[in-house]
């Protein structure tokens, strides 16, 4: 029996216990923090259970960054150093679910290398190349508590990878190599050179 398009919808919905509206809120719950702020540089915890609180974070978390347009957030940008992801690839499309990660660990990567530009939503306005492996093998547990395996490429690799760097204190800027594009684009919008961690 083929499905109606109501009834898709609805099971889309009801696929994430963490589901919340895409449409920007007028009170983001939570602070975005910005380069330069020591909470971004301090590494998080792993969550021992995954309850409602942790869902209400990661609910929080996502109408933090439906509201900045954003497509990844993780916990420290809002000052919570527990190793808790979100991401929605496709926060135009009110039925697809987005994805929790947490407790992330990378199995392995796999691909070739490639470079991309980034941004993050703790570092507005900066948009810079980095170069990452194609591909990854993720190991986590959704918000349910349910371990899962993913192995992805494209914009979902990349992506997790940025946010897993979070969890770590690590920002994409750390990892440029660009210097000369590094240090204009940090002034124009800006941010201190200093905030900076090269990783060499
Ligand atoms: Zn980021």
Request: net charge negative; charged share 25%.
């Amino acid at each position: 029996m083929a499905r109606s398009f109501a009834q898709m919808a609805r099971s889309a919905e009801l696929s994430s216990r963490v589901q919340v509206p895409k449409e920007p809120v007028d009170q983001p719950p939570l602070e975005i923090h910005t380069l330069g702020d020591a909470v971004l540089r301090t590494p998080a915890r792993r969550i021992s259970k995954v309850d409602e609180a942790v869902r209400e974070l990661a609910r929080d978390m996502l109408r933090s960054m439906y509201t900045a347009k954003g497509i990844g957030l993780a916990a420290p940008q809002v000052g919570v150093h527990k190793q808790l992801l979100v991401i929605d690839l496709d926060p135009d499309n009110p039925a697809t679910p987005p994805m929790v990660l947490i407790n992330p660990e990378i199995r392995s990567f796999g691909g070739s290398l490639d470079t991309y530009e980034e941004g993050c939503l703790s570092i507005p306005g900066v948009y810079l190349n980095v170069v990452r492996p194609t591909a990854v093998e993720v190991s986590f547990r959704d918000e349910m508590g349910r371990p899962q395996k993913l192995r992805t490429d494209g914009l979902l690799a990349r992506c997790i990878q940025h946010e897993m760097d979070h969890l770590n204190g690590v920002l994409f800027v750390d990892r440029v190599t660009d210097e000369i594009s590094l240090n204009e684009e940090l002034k124009q919008q800006g941010f201190d050179r200093n905030a900076v961690h090269t990783i060499r």
